[in-house]
T-cell receptor, first 113, second 116 residues
Framework: KAGVTQTPRYLIKTRGQQVTLSCSPI?????VSWYQQTPGQGLQFLFEYFSETQRNKGNFPGRFSGRQFSNSRSEMNVSTLELGDSALYLC????????????FGPGTRLTVT | AQKVTQAQTEISVVEKEDVTLDCVYE???????LFWYKQPPSGELVFLIR??????QNEISGRYSWNFQKSTSSFNFTITASQVVDSAVYFCALSEVDSNTGKLIFGQGTTLQVKP
């Protein structure tokens, strides 16, 4: 079974621009979560989607948004990029809503200049 | 408030040494899951183990073993006879089921370097 895939793997953007990251979960998984990883803050939860509904959101500004499609694929969007948004963005999928093991993709490395 | 603490930032050992990575957690939920993930230089988090709050049995998988103690809120991870391929960042994480959040709360990670 294919794992979680994320595109693109690397991205360089300029301050003020917006970016969209994509995540395809493991086949059959309906829950998708997003995390931001930075050297200073570590791994922080962004949001979780299940059956196209956002079930939970982390403590991030409204510039961070996401959605999930009927095929469980998910996208996250960051508008008005700031230098501090430079990070590794990890997507994870799980079979169950609350207590499923989350399997992670390789991440998208975003650099904001 | 929920929290996961990995006090060891970096550990360096020589191959074949045993090494224990510490993890202490805080939660008000009675039902929760604890996890360990490995992050090699490639960046992808690799799932190692999940334990639920009602199962305090220790677990062994090859050279890996885990010790879960609710009395001390700890979930420690031991690698026996370490190998160079074990070099990675290891994360302990908590998922609170009672709160129905579905999110993982991660510790800061422990960087393990195994030297030949």
């Amino acid at each position: 079974k294919a794992g979680v895939t994320q595109t693109p793997r690397y991205l360089i953007k300029t301050r003020g621009q917006q970016v969209t990251l994509s995540c395809s979960p493991i086949s059959g998984h309906r829950s998708v979560s997003w995390y931001q990883q930075t050297p200073g803050q570590g791994l922080q939860f962004l949001f979780e989607y299940f059956s196209e509904t956002q079930r939970n959101k982390g403590n991030f500004p409204g510039r961070f948004s996401g959605r999930q499609f009927s095929n469980s694929r998910s996208e996250m969007n960051v508008s008005t990029l700031e230098l501090g948004d430079s990070a590794l963005y990890l997507c994870a999928s799980s079979l169950q809503e609350w207590d499923g093991v989350q399997y992670f993709g390789p991440g998208t490395r975003l650099t904001v200049t | 408030a929920q929290k996961v603490t990995q006090a060891q930032t970096e550990i360096s050992v020589v191959e074949k040494e045993d090494v224990t990575l510490d993890c202490v957690y805080e939660t008000r939920d009675t039902t929760y899951y604890l996890f360990w993930y490995k992050q090699p230089p490639s960046g992808e988090l690799v799932f190692l183990i999940r334990r639920n709050s009602f199962d305090e049995q220790n677990e062994i998988s090859g050279r890996y073993s885990w010790n879960f103690q609710k009395s001390t809120s700890s979930f420690n991870f031991t690698i026996t006879a370490s190998q160079v391929v074990d070099s990675a960042v290891y994360f302990c994480a908590l998922s609170e089921v009672d709160s129905n959040t579905g999110k993982l709360i991660f510790g800061q990670g422990t960087t393990l370097q195994v030297k030949p």
